[in-house]
Nanobody, 122 residues
């Protein structure tokens, strides 16, 4: 059974940083893309960042480019999202997902975590 478990969310002031973690288990993720999506209140879930598990190629939404960094540790089966220079508009529930091939669309991801909340105060 595939499980994706996020952690690291919380409350932070604008300009601060957080690092989210996603521990993946239940299958080999070779050939998969690991994504981070976020969903603000009353908005649709939206792509934030993705990384290919095998090659480590990274992709970002324009809204987070230059501030967020996605990475993965194969030995720990963990994907990270380092978030710097946080803004109030980054406030959302953040979800880890696994799917293939690379996509910016939620529909292409077969596996999802339960989400971790991030609140950025002004």
């Amino acid at each position: 059974q595939v499980q994706l478990v996020e952690s690291g969310g919380g409350l932070v002031q604008a300009g601060g940083s957080l690092r989210l973690s996603c521990v993946a288990s239940g299958r080999t993720f070779s050939g998969y893309t690991m994504g981070w999506f976020r969903q603000a209140p009353e908005k649709e879930r939206a792509f934030a960042a993705a990384i290919t598990w095998s090659g480590g190629n990274t992709y970002y939404a324009d809204s987070v480019k230059g501030r967020f960094t996605i990475s993965r540790d194969k030995a720990k089966n963990t994907v990270y999202l380092q978030m710097n220079s946080l803004k109030p508009e980054d406030t959302a529930a953040y979800y880890c997902a696994a799917g293939r091939p690379l996509s910016y669309s939620t529909g292409q991801y077969a596996y999802w975590g339960q989400g971790t909340p991030v609140t950025v105060s002004s």
